[in-house]
């Protein structure tokens, strides 16, 4: 079985992100008659901005089917992410994001099972850092659980 | 040394280790469907209903990374935004969220924010030529919110950076410049 390999980015999907999505995201994120407004109603910036790049890397980098693929690798569940902004993305801009595991180790409390650090860069259109993010995610790989 | 408004400072410090609760969200099937459709959130975990129905959930997992999206408007619909408005500040970009798991946020479920101010830190302020209001940002505030599901288990725990612009700083900053 390859070496997995650490540091090698992956390059998900472009998206373009349409102002109705922005609104509609925002809007789902509100509760049921609460009397305020969402606030995103101009750029995607914060929480939404981590939202869309997270799901953009995880779901459309080459990078996850291939550790899946080749290494087996089964996501169990998702631990953390921090995320650190850099810009706004306005309707009209294009996103996508550059992905890469950092690090994996074994889990202190469960050896069969690995903890993936992954990092990802969100940028737009003109290649500016938009946002950055990293994700821990609880693993296992086919060859630690014997199939 | 930065410094801010000395009214200001008073109002971000007697805030300081307040904690408010939110109002409710409930994780519809129809909210989950387009969260995951807007976020492209395409994995069986979060958009197959058959696929998870006999798993260890048996339903399907809100995708983790939108909830500090849905902890930060549950705070601006409950009372401690109110009472951050009524005293004049208002809340701007976020600067940095760290969010850990506890529990997955499944499909029917309903959740809640706890949200304390933890503290706050002042920056510089920036150019508010362009602005007679609210280009001023003195300040970032520290907030953690706890996520809690209908039984009250933490589903996640959530820290965000985010700049307040302060109307009654910029006014008095503006009085100043003009007087």
């Known amino acids: 079985m390859p070496e997995l390999q650490l540091g090698c980015r992956s390059r998900s999907l472009e998206r373009t992100i349409e102002r109705s999505e922005i609104e509609l995201l925002s809007t789902l994120t509100v509760p049921d008659g609460a009397d305020a407004l969402p606030r995103t109603t101009g750029p995607l910036g914060g929480a939404l901005l ?3 790049v997270a799901t953009l890397a ?3 980098a080459p990078l996850y089917r291939e550790l899946r693929e080749t290494h087996g ?12 902004f850099h810009a706004s993305v306005g309707a009209g801009d294009t996103v ?16 069969a099972r690995r903890i993936a650090t992954c990092r990802d860069e969100g940028r737009n259109q003109n290649g500016a850092l938009v946002v950055e993010l990293v994700r821990t995610l609880l693993v296992q790989f086919d060859r630690d659980s014997g199939r | 040394m930065i410094a801010v408004a000395e009214g200001l400072e008073q109002v971000l410090a007697d805030l300081v280790g307040t904690t408010t609760s939110s109002p409710e969200l409930e994780i519809t099937a129809d909210r989950l469907a387009l969260v995951c459709s807007l976020t492209w959130a395409t994995s069986p975990l979060h958009a197959s209903k058959p696929a998870m129905a006999p798993g260890e959930f048996g339903e399907r997992l809100f995708p983790g ?4 999206a849905i902890a930060a408007e549950l705070f601006h619909a409950g009372p401690g935004f109110r009472e951050l408005e009524r005293r004049g500040i208002e809340l701007a970009d976020t ?3 760290t969010v850990a798991y506890r529990r997955p946020v499944l499909a029917g479920d309903r959740v809640t924010a706890s949200t304390s101010l933890i503290g706050w830190t002042p920056q510089r302020p920036v150019d508010s030529a362009d602005s007679d209001r609210v280009d001023f940002e003195p300040a970032t505030l ?7 599901n209908q039984r009250g288990e933490l589903v996640a725990d959530i820290d965000r950076v985010v700049m ?3 109307v009654a700083a910029a006014r008095a900053d503006d009085t100043r410049a003009s007087g």
């Open chain 1, 50 to 52: 981590a939202a869309v």
């Open chain 1, 58 to 60: 995880a779901n459309t």
């Open chain 1, 73 to 84: 690798m089964r996501i169990i569940a998702a631990l953390g992410m921090s995320a650190t």
């Open chain 1, 96 to 111: 996508w994001a550059e992905t890469w595991l950092q690090q994996v180790r074994v889990s202190a409390s469960n050896p």
């Open chain 2, 65 to 68: 990374p939108v909830l500090p």
């Open chain 2, 95 to 97: 600067r940095s969220i």
């Open chain 2, 142 to 148: 520290a907030l953690h919110d706890a996520l809690r």
């Open chain 2, 164 to 166: 307040i612009r302060s």
